[in-house]
């Protein structure tokens, strides 16, 4: 019996598609990395008999950087990266080991079926699969194939069955123009980003952003919207005329015409255009004409348009959009939401996606309606060749999902109803009256049959005056003339919805990458979502790109990001060769930024202008270990330490607060120490500003504080404070927070666990001494007497936090409230020291890890 290794890319994808391909008939198994799921059962393939696992990744298992000494911004020069720099392929999610995940359930396998998403991506990360389990995979015959690639749209039993049957390959191309964009965004936004944000960051105070970061999509896409801001800000109202008529046909009624000249920007002919018109007392009718019209049925639904809708109408933002849709579609709501096509396939199943729906009350009526008189075929639209448009594909409640997800799926139902529904047919009046000289005219529409507007009742035509029943030669008296002065008003800043039109028509990003950066240029500081999610730049998104202009006008144009994409799409065709594309784009943007570092300067003074230097900006706060004057702390993003008086500036933990540490000194460098804190929920430690930035100490990494310091006789270090090895991460130590009292604790220097005790004690001091059992260094306390939770009135006792039977009961374990997940004491990258190299420092032994003490804090585990 052959084994079959099938690969989707989500596990609740996986587990839908084998529930389809076993019917029912599996069993399921937590895979090795706890995030994946494998799903096994016996089934026939290819003709034989087969044993079939299904399991699936979590999005990307690779991910392109560079190798390790070139992420170092200070040791590299950002030039490098466009061609010296070479890159690696890491694993995306480390504390997922997918890669030894996926070779331990592709060992011994017979063949791979891959059921990634079927665009680019998906495409990419069939590759990524394939060279994690090809090599542990059984050595066919020569002759025999074993890589199989499915392709579907829909997660149902038609589609799914289908793809089955119909087995593929995966496509290099398409892989390789990932690889190729990929090392294109990394390579120049890298660099830029680093260039430009150490040099602005070095000068100025608030700045108010971490990263000033540049894109070859990103940057386009905020160019859009300074350049609206531009038109704003150089708009100059100009008065302009209208004149205004009232006509009653009837005694009690009036009819408002429209002037046929529109407006005049001259006020003394407006004037005599009132004048010779106020004579005349009757409007004669000069024509009146009839004609049925047709508001047409919407194409069928792409990303790009559900993307617009849902930000312009829904008040969404197409990042969230997208994530609403990627779970509809995996839940088996909706058809694969990332498609370019506006166009059903002809053997598409229109009338059984529509049957779905004829129990929903909110539409029931119109579906059964079509159902019982015939659907009309959609629209011809656009055919990409990718998916078919986005349609529902099961009946949803929506108690079933949720507020957002109900509203996009509503939408995304109500729209295909109406790509099946009949055209919107009325029937149009115009009337056209002269009054004197001047001509005058009125539009009236009835509506005849509503059509698709039933359905998307928004669409509907708005009610009109109603004009009355009247032939040329009649005569309808005057009833107000008069001269209106208005102003022409500058457009408003742009919508998201604008904003995905102009990307989509620039060719900036893809559909599936247009909410990306989208969500970037909002993430950095660069736009505010303002009310009706219009984008409005800020100071430094406007001076970015006023400053690209001076410099390089196609560094902000989305001309030169366009022509990139047609050449990644001619590599996804085979038209193209990966290598030759990517060294030539590499080229261009090489020079480019050799000219935007000559040039700097241009951008340099409208920062100026717009920006505080360091020296002017923040607050007194401790005192420089060289010069012993005070050094500013500025708090803008990213905080930091500055000295005007040696012109250095230090980094600071980021997303916490920071105040002087007792006006107490680093015995190494004589800086005054501070001390960072995320709150009282959260974790606390001092650092001295010099060594933060520049390690004392061979084993020690820039970003340290002193509760990873090693200095042997230092009372803030870890070597006189650390308890104990943490008791969930790899390479932590538990140190005492002494600044905690009287709500004492210890935290772990690399995660972000929390272990509370010892509450109103009056002291707590890390003994010399350890514990016989862990090796923990025992803890001396001593409690207030009216407080003390020891027995016999005892106020002292010293024993080990975690094998002493009287601490037991005061110890509580928590994670700490960690104010952003970046922060590099939370569940990041584990740094630093391992702790499994004989001794603690200070010559003290690793304490050991005993499985009591796990059980003994997994009971106050919260």
């Not at 090392?183 to 680093?194: K, S, W």
């Not at 370019?340 to 049957?355: A, I, Q």
């Not at 109500?414 to 001047?438: M, W």
Request: proline residues 6%; aromatic residues 8%; hydrophobic residues 35%.
């Amino acid at each position: 019996m052959r084994t079959v290794l099938m690969v989707a890319e989500k596990p609740s994808l996986a587990q839908s598609i084998a529930k389809i391909l076993s019917r029912g008939n599996m069993s399921s198994r937590k895979g090795l990395n706890g995030a994946c799921s494998v799903h096994e059962y016996t089934g026939s393939f290819i003709g034989q008999s087969a044993h079939f696992k299904m399991t699936s990744v979590c999005g990307h298992v690779m991910t392109l950087d560079f190798i390790g000494k070139y992420n170092s911004w200070d040791k590299v020069d950002p030039a490098e990266l466009f061609s010296k720099a070479p890159t690696e392929k890491k694993e995306a999610n480390p504390k997922l080991t997918m890669v030894k995940f996926l070779q331990v359930e592709g060992r011994g396998c017979d063949c791979i079926v891959l059921w990634l998403d079927c665009d680019k991506e998906g495409e990419n990360i069939c590759f990524e699969v394939l060279d994690a389990v090809l090599p542990v995979m059984n050595k066919p015959p020569s002759t025999e194939r074993t890589i199989y690639r499915a392709k579907f749209s829909s997660i149902t039993d038609t589609d799914i069955c289908n793809a089955m049957n119909h087995l593929g390959e995966p496509n290099r191309n398409e892989a390789l123009s990932v690889d190729a964009r990929q090392e294109l965004d990394l390579r120049i936004g890298c660099a830029f980003t680093r260039f430009q944000t150490k040099y602005f960051q070095g000068k100025y105070g608030n700045l108010d952003s971490s990263l000033i970061s540049f894109g070859p999509c990103q940057t386009p896409t905020l160019g859009f919207c300074v350049e609206r801001h531009d038109k704003i800000q150089s708009f100059k109202p100009e008065t302009y005329w209208v004149l205004q008529a009232k006509v009653n046909p009837e005694k009690e009624s009036s009819l408002t015409l429209d002037w046929d000249r529109v407006r005049v920007f001259d006020r003394e002919i407006a004037q005599m255009f009132l004048n010779i018109t106020k004579t005349a007392r009757e409007a004669k009718v000069e024509s009146v004409s009839k004609k049925e019209k047709v508001k047409q049925r919407p194409l069928a639904l792409n990303t790009v348009e559900m993307l617009r809708v849902a930000s312009a109408a829904l008040g969404m933002g197409p990042q969230h959009a997208m994530q609403i849709a990627e779970r509809l579609y995996t839940q088996g709501y909706i058809s694969y939401p990332r498609t370019e096509t506006t166009h059903y396939p002809e053997n598409f199943d229109l009338k059984g996606c529509l049957r779905q729906q004829a129990n929903n009350p909110y539409w029931a009526e119109t579906v059964k309606a079509l159902l019982s008189e015939g659907i009309n075929r959609p629209r011809k639209g656009h055919d990409a060749g990718d998916h078919p448009p986005i349609t529902p594909m099961k009946a949803a409640t929506e108690v079933e999902l949720g507020g957002d997800g109900w509203r996009l799926y509503e939408y995304i139902t109500r729209h295909f109803i109406a790509t099946v529904s009949a055209d919107c047919k009325y029937l149009q009046t115009n009337i056209s009256f002269s009054i004197g000289p001047e001509r005058f005219s009125c539009v009236g529409k009835v509506v005849t049959s509503p059509g698709f507007t039933e359905i998307m009742p928004w669409h509907s035509i708005p009610l009109e005056e109603s004009l009355p029943c009247c032939e040329k030669g009649d005569l309808f008296p005057v009833g107000e003339i008069k001269l209106l002065e208005m102003q022409t008003s500058p457009p408003d800043y742009l919508t998201e919805a604008e904003l995905i039109t102009l990307m989509e028509k620039h060719g900036i990003g893809t559909d599936a990458s247009i909410p990306v950066h989208i969500n970037n240029i909002c993430q950095r500081n660069y736009v505010t979502v303002e009310s009706g999610r219009r984008l409005k730049p800020t100071n430094l998104g406007i001076v970015l790109v006023h400053g690209y202009y001076k410099i390089d006008a196609e560094l902000v144009l989305p001309t030169i990001r366009s022509a990139v994409e047609k050449q990644l799409n001619l590599i996804a065709l085979g038209k193209a060769n990966y290598h030759q594309v990517l060294e030539h784009t590499l080229d261009i943007f090489k020079r480019k930024f050799h000219y935007f570092v000559d040039s700097i300067a241009g951008m340099d003074e409208l920062m100026e202008v717009s920006f505080s230097p360091l020296a002017a900006t923040g607050k007194p706060l401790s005192r420089c270990g060289k010069c012993h004057r005070f050094m500013k702390y500025i708090q803008a993003k990213p905080s930091r330490l500055h000295c005007s008086h040696c012109d250095d500036t230090y980094s600071l933990p980021q997303n916490g607060t920071i105040k002087l540490y007792k006006e107490l000194r680093c015995p190494l460098d004589d800086f005054e120490l501070v001390l960072w804190s995320s709150g009282s929920r959260g974790k606390s430690y001092p650092l001295c500003p010099y060594c933060y930035n520049h390690p004392p100490f061979r084993d020690m990494k820039k970003g340290m504080g002193c509760n990873e310091c090693t200095h042997p006789t230092c009372q803030h270090s870890l070597s006189m404070l650390g308890i104990g090895q943490c008791v969930e991460c790899e390479n932590g130590v538990l140190v005492l927070d002494s600044t905690s009292g009287p709500k004492w604790k210890m935290a772990c220097n690399k995660c972000n666990v929390i272990v509370h005790f010892f509450e109103n004690a009056h002291k707590v001091r890390v003994s010399p001494e350890t514990c016989d059992l862990c090796d923990a260094a025992l803890v001396d306390v001593d409690f207030n007497k009216a407080k003390s939770p020891l027995p016999g009135d005892e106020t002292q006792h010293s024993g080990c936090v975690f094998c002493d039977p009287v601490f037991q009961d005061l110890v509580e374990l928590k994670h700490a409230a960690m104010r952003h997940p970046m922060h590099r004491g939370g569940q990041g990258k584990r740094q630093g020291r391992g702790r499994g190299k004989g001794r603690r420092p200070g010559g003290r032994p690793n304490p050991k890890k005993p499985k009591d003490k796990m059980a003994a804090l997994a009971a106050y585990f919260v």
